[in-house]
């Protein structure tokens, strides 16, 4: 950071995130160490560590691992404060880390000392509209549609081992039918192998009905928010017939 011509009054500090705790170096303008701080990750401790660093003289930036994860908290709070936030990665190199051991203290350290050399230039993402909304929600889709696909993968396995007469009912069905064919067998207890191939099959096929009326649910949301966000991008990818566009979700097959 030689554009902002530090004092060595002035202070840098970098912050290793954890989910519990975060720990802070504190560094002066070229680069001595000034104290070193451990904080919980709540809003007690951002305030804390804040007040802790401005203590140290005017603080210039904070460096912060973990910006899309532990992090995100803390560098939200700072930026709000008005305080220079910087993303800093993880201590590069394997051999590196060795040579100066692994710790938070050390972590930090090394935060602090990638922004005072001018090496961390990414600023953190706000984390607070529309695209956070997205990418949240996009999670919870995207989770949605792997267990929907984990559980019509054990529905076949189970259908496999199943009796000869249900197996050669079902297996010649398309996997939308399946699953809706699966889901009106018998749910009577599983006495026999038979009957627990019915019953398996029963549950596995509502669990994947569940996660596609959720994953629908999740799509739906998706294309609401980008169409608001970024109208043009979703006028540029209209919906085809069957009604499939941008965030959609594939029909059943």
Not at 59 to 67: K, P, Q, Y
Not at 204 to 219: F, I, M, N, S, Y
Request: aromatic share 4%.
């Amino acid at each position: 950071m030689p554009s902002l011509h530090l004092l060595r009054t002035d202070a840098i500090v970098g912050v290793d995130t954890h989910k519990d705790e975060h720990m802070a170096v504190a560094l002066d303008g070229i680069g001595g160490r000034l104290g070193s701080h451990a904080w919980p990750a709540t809003a007690e401790g951002y305030t804390g560590l804040l007040s802790w660093a401005s203590g140290h003289g005017r603080v210039a930036a904070f460096g912060i691992e973990g910006t899309s994860s532990y992090g995100s908290g803390l560098a939200r709070f700072l930026r709000r404060q008005g305080a220079k936030v910087f993303e800093v990665s993880r201590p590069p190199r394997r051999g590196a880390r060795r040579a100066s051991g692994k710790s938070d203290l050390v972590d930090a350290e090394h935060a602090a000392r990638e922004v005072l050399s001018g090496e961390a230039t990414s600023i953190p993402k706000a984390a607070d509209g529309s695209i956070e909304v997205l990418r949240i929600v996009k999670i919870a889709r995207d989770t949605a549609v792997k267990a929907r696909t984990q559980a019509m993968i054990t529905l076949k396995s189970v259908l496999v081992t199943s009796p000869d007469e249900l197996r050669a009912a079902l297996e010649g069905l398309s996997d939308f039918r399946l699953v809706t064919a699966c889901a009106a067998l018998p749910d009577g207890p599983p006495a026999d192998p038979a009957n627990a191939a019915c019953y398996a099959l029963g549950a596995l096929a509502q669990r994947w009905l569940v996660l596609h009326d959720e994953v629908k649910e999740h799509t739906r949301h998706l294309k609401r928010i980008t169409s608001e966000v970024a109208p043009q991008l979703t006028a540029a990818f209209p919906p085809r017939r069957g009604g499939r566009g941008l965030a959609s979700t594939p029909p059943p097959s």
